[in-house]
């Protein structure tokens, strides 16, 4: 069975194999240190890439910043939660010195051709970004994740099926045992996409079978984060339908290889 048809344009009638930029393409060797900032997305999508992985957080003064960890201490030059820091905090931070946090509007509007691929981070992210795709009319330019199951049922009762979102790990596990058809009902058929890691604990997610399933299902199978050739290859030939890296160059590489490679540049 080929790729379903989701129903949705982010994921419908995309290339071959949809190449996920994650944060950017953070473990690229020009790009060290410089995840999530507006610097990886340009190079990304100079690459050729469409869709771009991120993080989202509310800030106290209700905008949405693309950023992954919690706190500001390990990505820049200020300290703190993200969402306690003050518009001046959260202004003056800068990335290895020099690069400002993005605001998720910001993306948006710079990279009108690209699709994000958004994971809600904390707390009344949800909502904040359905005003944002609302105000930008790009509803088909995003994709939504969450690990919080109350904050996706969040999110999809205010996009109303208008967005494609991602299961949560709670509804993966709908999706490992083996009937298609229960697995749909038990997810309200509202997953349109698996995003999984190939392997969690010592035990595969990600086999021929569950392909199989989850496409029987009408969703899609996305992987994060993939970094080896060897593994994309794997993953492929097991025919997979995203894959997220933080080496851009690699999947690039990989998928041109395999004659999988759509450029966007």
Not at 226 to 237: G, V
């Amino acid at each position: 069975m080929g790729r379903p048809t989701t129903g949705f344009a982010y994921l419908d009638g995309a290339a071959p194999v949809i190449a996920f930029a994650h944060r950017g393409g953070a473990e690229h060797p020009d790009l060290i240190g410089l995840e999530n900032t507006a610097h990886a997305f340009r190079h990304a999508v100079a690459l050729g890439y469409r869709y771009l992985e991120t993080d989202v957080h509310l800030t106290a003064d209700g905008r949405l910043v693309a950023f992954h960890d919690e706190v500001l201490d390990r990505m820049t030059d200020a300290a703190g939660p993200i969402v306690t820091a003050s518009r001046e905090v959260l202004d003056g931070a800068r990335i290895a010195g020099e690069h400002a946090l993005p605001l998720m509007a910001d993306l948006l509007d710079e990279f009108p051709e690209a699709r994000f691929n958004i994971d809600l981070k904390s707390p009344g992210s949800g909502p904040a970004l359905i005003e944002l795709v609302e105000a930008r009319n790009a509803f088909d330019r995003i994709c939504v994740g969450a690990f919080s199951l109350e904050r996706m049922h969040e999110f999809r009762r205010l996009a109303r099926g208008r967005i494609a979102t991602a299961a949560t790990p709670v509804e993966v596990v709908a999706f490992l045992q083996p009937s298609a058809r229960l697995a749909r009902l038990l997810t309200r058929g509202q997953v349109s996409a698996l995003q999984v890691p190939p392997q969690r604990n010592g035990l595969p997610i990600v086999t021929a079978s569950f392909v199989r399933r989850v496409h029987a299902a009408g969703a899609q199978v996305h992987v994060w984060t993939i970094d080896e050739e060897s593994e994309m290859h794997r993953l492929l030939d097991l025919g997979v339908d995203g894959i997220f890296t933080d080496r851009t160059d690699l999947l690039k590489a990989v998928l041109t290889e395999r004659g999988q490679w759509q450029d966007r540049s």
